[in-house]
């Protein structure tokens, strides 16, 4: 399960204006701090882009729904954690995904039959 748990507008590159959601998943995770070494608690979170107004988006604000959030690889980038400051690369994103576990991709390889039996 996901919650909706903000929301924000953004601008496209178009210069269109939208509204994204966030959304959190109810997986509690323990992650290890590269610089401290000390364990932190933190759950997956990411941004979706919707179609609605403001006032259908704070409405949203609360609303639990199925699916979860994957960890996707991509290009590196700097991310702060925003409870340390700490200023990190990452080589992944996380995306949502209607699936309660996992990806579809992941879902189809772990249901495909061997090719030869």
Not at 25 to 48: M, P, Q
Not at 102 to 110: A, F, N, T
Request: proline share 3%; with cysteine; hydrophobic share 35%.
């Amino acid at each position: 399960m996901v919650t909706v748990t903000a929301y924000q507008e953004r601008t496209s590159t178009e210069g269109k204006k939208y509204i994204a959601l966030e959304i959190q998943s109810d997986d509690l995770e323990f992650v290890v701090s590269k610089v401290t070494g000390r364990h932190y608690a933190t759950v997956r979170k990411c941004w979706i882009s919707s179609t609605f107004n403001e006032v259908l988006a704070e409405r949203m604000l609360g609303k639990e729904m199925q699916g979860s959030i994957v960890k996707t690889a991509c290009e590196p980038y700097e991310f702060t954690i925003p409870e340390t400051g700490e200023v990190i690369t990452r080589h992944h994103r996380y995306d949502y995904s209607p699936l309660e576990n996992g990806s579809m991709e992941e879902v189809v390889l772990q249901n495909q039959e061997p090719a030869f039996a």
